[in-house]
């Protein structure tokens, strides 16, 4: 009997201590599960379609790039296991975006918070971002890989101490990112915060810098709890802007005697923006080098972009080998220069089967050394253009012994959208091109279509804005800013190109995707008298019912008097 008792007393100690575990976590679903805490809803259906589990939303990073930051090409659902096993539980939750790049956070509100106390986040990731192995036509042969670092891929936990549902929120304390690839299992971050409101938000942010063939996060085990260093953002006090994307340009190089135009390969050249500095398609490059892969170029390899003039243009043929007219100088010129640093690799825009391909980052590159230089701040993708968009600045000419600088401007109409000025394509008047320097204008001027281009002259050495805004009926080819670091003496030539009826692509809020529960409302038939009255047929028979029943007691006591 005795041995009973402490059997059961051990039991109840059991569940009360399991009871207080379940208690401490704060988050109403931490685990990322069903079951009692109810399915998985649905927010999005198709070929990505999106599944949270209860009490958690999500957000997607605006789009920028054919391949990047796709939250169209995103699926967020349930993982039961395997690969990788659940860390706690029956589910982790999957966030995939095979062939694309997402920069996503799933986010959980948490109410009834005291002002004033200190919170603990923490959470396991685990990501697989890799290239399935394929054949020489490009065609895949297999169907795992192990996960790459050169993806990029890495998470991070954060809590907004204010309830606040946008990742980019200065506020945000931030866990350091970590890259928990496959091999090393599930891996956890952790950060703390003193809350600030009554309601906080923690948040699981995942994104990656390059595409793969099969690029999954995925997140379990999420605890939040009273304690831990607190503390804020010192960000939250003094926000920087972020520095905006630098892309490196191209300056063309001239022809030769022949006629041939063969560029020398700098540091941030891409063969897109090779091509597209020179006019010409990026397959073009490719034919007339024998490249078979865009992505590997090296520093001071020689490249033809265009043929001698002998050889004719028509001898280029999308996807095959060079002519006999231009293999003796690709055999010249096409091999690189193993003395000179490689190249980083650039972007494709081949289809999803291919190799991992770095992604523009927020973070300056090393591009080529060409003073003075402009580089653009944010472009306005109007029509399809290649992945490595380079805007071009003509270093004009150089005046040793001034201590000045000028600017000339330029606006054309840019009636095939290739933000090349080319023959035909005329100047554009009713354009408004300004020069500021930080928050002071240093000047401003309104095209007229025939004195083009125009000189800012006098201006002095430093880093200057030029901005653009397109005339009525038209939109901006080319970025409509771009940035300027103007040296003594020198002359910047500048161009804006716009085209009739272009529409500039606004850029979303930070907050784009706010959770909005889906509900089909469905008209009402209309009922018929008959439907009507059967609806209604209970309270008539409960009537009826009653009074038969008021009558027969009534008629029961009048008997009884007699």
Not at 252 to 261: C, L, T, V, Y
Not at 335 to 348: C, G, I, R, S
Not at 427 to 444: E, F, K, P
Not at 519 to 534: F, G, I, K, N, S
Request: with cysteine; hydrophobic share 40%; proline share 8%.
């Amino acid at each position: 009997m005795l041995k009973l008792r402490i059997f059961v007393l051990m039991v109840v100690l059991l569940s009360l201590v399991s009871s207080v575990r379940a208690q401490d976590n704060l988050l109403p679903n931490g685990g990322l599960e069903e079951d009692s805490f109810g399915q998985y809803t649905g927010r999005r259906s198709g070929d990505f379609p999106i599944y949270l589990p209860n009490g958690w939303s999500y957000w997607f990073a605006a789009q920028n790039g054919e391949r990047y930051n796709r939250g169209d090409r995103t699926a967020i659902r349930p993982h039961p296991g395997p690969g990788p096993s659940v860390k706690e539980g029956r589910r982790a939750l999957n966030i995939d975006c095979g062939f694309f790049t997402c920069t996503a956070a799933v986010f959980s509100q948490v109410n009834n918070i005291t002002v004033g106390a200190n919170l603990q986040l923490s959470a396991f990731a685990q990501v697989k971002a890799c290239n399935l192995q394929k054949n020489a036509q490009g065609q895949i042969i297999a169907d795992n890989c192990g996960s790459a670092i050169e993806s990029g891929a890495q998470t991070r936990v954060g809590i907004d101490p204010n309830g606040g549902t946008d990742p980019n929120d200065v506020d945000v304390v931030w866990s350091a990112f970590i890259a928990p690839h496959e091999q090393g299992g599930w891996q956890q971050m952790s950060t703390s915060v003193t809350a600030t409101g009554t309601t906080i938000t923690v948040f699981l942010y995942s994104t990656q810098s390059s595409f793969a063939d099969i690029n999954k996060t995925y997140w379990d085990e999420v605890r939040l709890v009273v304690g831990g260093t607190g503390g804020a953002n010192p960000a939250a006090a003094t926000a920087v802007p972020t520095a905006p994307p630098f892309v490196a340009f191209v300056v063309p190089q001239g022809a030769q005697a022949d006629g041939s135009i063969i560029h020398t390969v700098q540091t941030g050249d891409t063969v897109d923006s090779i091509a597209y500095a020179y006019g010409v398609s990026r397959q073009q490059i490719l034919d007339l080098n024998g490249i078979r892969d865009g992505r590997i170029i090296t520093v001071g390899q020689r490249l033809i972009v265009k043929p001698p003039e002998s050889a004719g243009s028509g001898s280029i043929s999308a996807g095959g080998p060079p002519d006999e007219a231009t293999a003796e100088v690709t055999a010249e010129v096409g091999v690189p220069d193993t003395t000179a640093e490689a190249a980083p690799n650039e972007p494709t825009t081949e289809p999803p089967a291919v190799a991992v391909s770095p992604a523009p980052t927020e973070q300056p590159q090393e591009a080529a050394a060409v003073e003075p230089s402009a580089t653009p701040l944010t472009p306005i993708p109007t029509v399809a253009l290649p992945t490595a968009p380079v805007v071009v600045a003509d270093a004009g000419s150089i005046d040793p012994v001034s201590t000045n600088g000028t600017v000339c401007v330029t606006f054309f109409d840019d009636a095939d959208q290739n933000r090349l000025q080319e023959q035909g394509e005329a100047l554009l008047a009713g354009g408004t091109i300004s020069i500021l320097q930080g928050a002071n204008a240093a000047g401003s001027y309104q095209t007229d279509g025939v004195s083009e281009p125009h000189c800012f002259e006098s201006l002095a050495a430093g880093d200057y804005v030029a901005a653009a805004v397109a005339p009525d009926g038209f939109g901006l080819t080319t970025p409509d800013q771009l940035r300027l670091r103007l040296n003594p003496g020198a002359t910047i030539n500048i161009t804006f190109g716009a085209a009739q009826g272009v529409q500039p692509i606004v850029p979303p809020p930070a907050d784009a995707n706010p959770v909005v529960e889906e509900v089909t409302q469905q008209a009402e038939p209309q009922r018929t008298l008959a439907d009507q009255l059967m609806s209604v047929s209970g309270l008539i028979v409960f009537g009826l019912a009653a009074v038969v029943l008021v009558g027969g007691v009534g008629l029961a006591l009048l008997l009884r008097r007699r």
